[in-house]
Structures are given as structure tokens and as C-alpha cells.
């Protein structure tokens, strides 16, 4: 049950899929007080509409990652198509709250912070020939049965090897330094290529990989193809280990996470 005190600012779905109730050594009630949940709270089930919003929660995952240019409207009418009455407005706070944003076919998870160092685009026209040679980054929402979490990975362009990974319950960017630490220990790339969101433009991120003599390459914005190998580590992530599954907690979630990287790799 790694990590109870930390995260206490988060949702209480996410503190519930944290706590474990087969753990013999921390009983329920004790877990519940370290996170700062009653147990009123965890022991509480779900009303018909909570029911249904994690039902469409589902759904508009799976779709997105079949058709991540559907907006709110198409994914209206497509929920329609499946026999669920819903509107714009819901569909637009579900998507938001997921992180999920269309036309540009990534997660809306890695906000750019305000007035960022701007990195260029260094990979038009690049013929990747070896490992080593460029390093990406990204984010992806993991869906819990009940609640979600963060998945970040660092990925070799050359081998598609994924180097490093890191979950977190919130978007902080602490998990995706621990990622970026973690590959660093295996080697080291010529040019590292993420998105400008607020955790791959901090300070705390970018000194690292300028401290090694890397060049920074971030993604154009609304290019969707810039980053296209871990787009597609995602959706081989989602289709052959998330989708398959129905992970209760945080730390079961991690554990078949770990197996299925292990079997990528």
C-alpha cells in the first residue's frame, strides 16, 4: 500500500481504489484514516447516475482510442448509436474530467504551463538508425473499476522499447521525473521529444536532460503526429493488457502493468 499518506488531495474514487481490504496488516478502517476518507465514504455504493457515468466513462475511453478525432458532438451521437440518452453537455464533462481532447488524438492530460521555456520540433525529416538516438514521453489515463490513474513512459524510437514507466494518482510532475531518473540510469538519448505539458516543460525536468548535453524536441501544437510511436504504445497497451482487465486497485492496476511492460519489452 505504497504511498497512503501521500495524495491526500485526491478524488474520493482515486482514495478508494487505493486501499486494499485483503491487506492483513493495515485492516480498512486504518487505511481509510491515513487517507483521510471515512469509511462512510468507501463502503458507500454508487447511485444509478454514478453507475452510468462510469459506464460512459468506459465507453468513451474505449472509443477515443479508436477514434481520437471524435469531438463531443460525434461522441454524442455515437453513445446515441449505442442506446444511451445523453447530451453535449455531459459527454463534454466526462471527456474533461478523463482529460481527453479531440483533433489533436492525444490525452488532454499535460497542460502547458504559463510563459514555459518553448523548445522546437526536432524530428521532421529525422532517420532514426539506432537506439539511443531519440527519447519520447507521454501520458495516458488508466481506468480503475472504480476511479483511474496516470500512466507516463519513457520509449526508445529505434527499439520501441519502453525504458522506464510510472503511475500516479494525480498529474503532478514528481512520477514523471521518477520515469525520466529511471531511464536515465539505463543510457542516455541524443534528442528527448515530449509534448508541452507543465510536467515535461518544468525546470525541474528539462535541467535534467540539459545537464546531460540532450536536445529537447517538443511537439508542435495540434501535430499529432509528432509523437506517433507512443501514440501507438498506448493503444497496444490499452487493446492487449486494460481493456482485458478490470483492475480494483491502484496497486493491482501497477502489478499487471508491470507484467504486461515486461512482456512488451
Known sequence: MTGLKKNLNCSVSEKKAMIEPGLMKIPVSRQCRLLSLSRAAYYYQPKEKDRLNETLTRLLDEQYTKTP????????????RQGYEVNRKRIRRLLRLMGLEAVYPKPWLS??????????????????????HVWSTDITYI???????????????????VLSWETSTTLDKEFCIKALEMALM????????????SQFTSLE?????????????????GRAMDNIFVERLWRTVKYEEVYLKSYETVAEGRAALARYFSFYN
Do not use: C
Not at 69 to 80: E, I, S
Not at 187 to 195: H, T
Open 143 to 161: 481506468r480503475l473499476k472504480q476511479g483511474f490513474i496516470y500512466l507516463v513512459a519513457v520509449m526508445d524510437w529505434h527499439s520501441r522499447y
Open 69 to 80: 478525432f471524435y469531438g463531443v458532438p460525434r461522441m454524442t451521437a455515437w453513445l446515441k
Open 111 to 132: 497542460k502547458p504551463a504559463k510563459d514555459h521555456k518553448k523548445y522546437p520540433y526536432l524530428l521532421r525529416g529525422v532517420v532514426i538508425e539506432r537506439p539511443d
Open 205 to 221: 525536468f528539462t535541467e535534467r536532460l540539459e545537464r546531460l548535453g540532450v536536445s529537447i524536441s517538443m511537439d508542435g501544437r
Open 186 to 197: 539505463v543510457s542516455k538519448p541524443d534528442i528527448f521529444n515530449s509534448d508541452q505539458g
